[in-house]
């Protein structure tokens, strides 16, 4: 495994370029590549029951470990991904996220939302917090603290969380494992539960585990790549 230095801030710094040579891969290969990881993530779904079954940790941890190697606004790599595996915090979080879902599916949503997820079989019973054996709680860090406690400004925040969570969902599936990218909303409560500090505001919840042996999952069709490909 590839050693890396610790990183701090480079705010300020002055421009220092490093060569990169990466080998070439010959275009056979790079095709096969390209197709088999293609055919691979065809198969990927997003899983609403979990087996309890614990899963490798080194494997949760090395997909973390991919997912930040995605690209930020200013290489400031403005996310925190926090592993909870301990039963009574799923808990807490299950029941904090149960009753925002409760108040959104009894109105907050509004009806054309409603309708765009009916065909997901979702409520505001969320089984999935505490049946998987982790989550990975993501955190978008807002801005940064320097040495003297002046606030630096994040950039592109969302946009690069987004990167790193589609990174994250690649890499587990990819490892074997599956997840569902959860959003809450409000979702302070995380902050609350898992103590994060002020500039950190919660992105989304990944439960990562393996599909319950009756898992079952939406009969969806995705789009074709011709309805999503436009070449000029």
């Not at 109105?107 to 079989?121: D, F, I, S, T």
């Not at 998987?132 to 690069?160: M, N």
């Amino acid at each position: 495994m590839t050693e890396t230095a610790h990183w701090t801030p480079a705010h300020g710094e002055p421009y220092r370029p490093v060569p990169y040579r990466p080998d070439r891969m010959p275009h056979d290969e790079s095709l096969a590549r390209a197709a088999e990881l293609r055919e691979r993530m065809q198969g990927r779904r997003t899983v609403r029951q979990f087996a309890p079954d614990p899963v490798p940790e080194q494997a949760v941890r090395d997909a973390i470990a991919c997912a930040a190697t995605a690209p930020s606004g200013a290489h400031q790599q403005p996310w925190t991904f926090v592993l909870v595996r301990d039963p009574d915090v799923r808990r807490r979080i299950r029941a904090a996220a149960e009753h925002e879902e409760q108040v959104s599916y009894d109105g907050r949503l509004g009806e054309e939302w409603l309708a765009a997820l009916r065909p997901l079989g979702t409520d505001e019973v969320k089984p999935h917090l505490t049946d998987a054996p982790a989550l990975i709680v993501v955190f978008q860090q807002r801005y940064w603290l320097g040495a003297d406690g002046t606030r630096h400004k994040h950039y592109y925040v969302d946009e690069s969380v987004g990167i790193a969570v589609g990174m994250l969902l690649s890499a587990l599936h990819l490892s074997g494992l599956a997840a569902l990218v959860h959003t809450p909303s409000p979702m302070r409560f995380l902050g609350q539960v898992l103590d994060r500090p002020e500039n950190e505001k919660a992105f989304a919840v990944i439960p990562v585990g393996y599909p319950a042996p009756d898992c079952h999952v939406p009969d969806l069709v995705r789009k074709s790549l011709d309805q999503v490909l436009v070449e000029v």
